[in-house]
């Protein structure tokens, strides 16, 4: 990258804004249930507090209304203090950079480090506010940004702060990069997507910019039925989106040889725990499909078994329901038989993530798992992220 990595800052005796990705999964109390997101930010807080330099970590989590205590960052503290085995302070309460907060950091000595207080507890994070880039910038002497999932938005702590600090990336946004790069230059073929979840009109661009570039697109979920009734077919009521049919029929037009649909399907009378599914080639007008059916399993393992590289976003069926869960664990394991065979393969997304670990798999079946969701559907397509084009070139 053309931007400033960690290790090319002189970061002895500083003190280092650190923006990580603690949006961490919780209980009704905030406890945290799931900390992958903190033990990935190890590398970076260790190399900083190694080479002499203290930090002030900051994130957002959650969508908070005001400043919601289950959304408060203290309970990550907690964790991490006990992942690193150093003490994590935090101000009491207040203010995301309040008073407290800033005498913490003035006091911070070498190899110490604080975390602030949920970001969005600040409105004016998310409106992308100088004068919030101007408080949290004046807490430190240089920025880091480690938190992939959010480049591609316009936060203040994403696009404002490097405005004032001389700003490079850490090792997992550089991790982020460097995989997801490999799937928009030279690719090995047949190069494979698959594209699943809710709606065709979240994911417009990366189909489109998919359809482009892969030899095949296996499209499964609830942005097949849009596909399957701008072909005119009954889709009952499967979610599907009646205003993108134009689009989807263009699609079809331009690259009806690529996109491969699913041929059979597991209908309910209704979304409901009580319905019971069953097989059926065509959608009944009174069903809808909740996940593929036995012959498109088969038909698309035949086609991510050929591949070299794949790029799978999105359940192909409602997976949260498990009874409806196995048309995406089928994809789950097809692909991470792949990797062993020498191929590329990749899974982003938020849910598509959750499938993966639903299948009993985790991120070693593939060769890299994004935890970038809407960050990563925006890199996939070219797109340069506002979070990563701020930082300071080299
Ligand atoms: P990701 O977060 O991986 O990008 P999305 O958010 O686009 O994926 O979509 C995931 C959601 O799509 C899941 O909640 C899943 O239940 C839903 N979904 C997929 N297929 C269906 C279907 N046939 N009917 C209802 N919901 C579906
Ligand atoms: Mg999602």
Redesign the pocket.
Known sequence: MRKLFIEDLKLAGKRVLVRLDYNVPGDAEGRVTNDARITASLPTLRHILAEGASAVLCSHRSRPKGDEPRYSLRPVAARLEELIGLPVGMARRGAVVSDEARNMAAALSPGELMLLENLRYDPREQEGREELARELASLADLFVNDAFPVCHRKDTSVVGVPRFLKSAYGYQLREEVENLSQLLGEVQRPYVGIM????IS??LGVVKSFLERVDRLLV???M??TFLAALGREVGG??HEPDYLEYAKDLLLRHADKIVLPTDHYVVER?DPACKARLADEIPADR????IGDATRRRFAEEIARARTVFW????????DSR?AEGTRSVAREVAKLKAKGAFTVV??????A?VEDAGLDSASFSFVSTG?GAS?EFVQGKELPGIEALTDR
């Open positions: 699943g979840g809710a709606k979240t994911k499964g979920g609830g097949a039925y499967s979610i979304i809808a499909a909740v996940d976003n999105g359940p192909v069926g409602y997976f949260e409806f982003g997304g938020g849910d598509s993530v499938a969701g559907l």
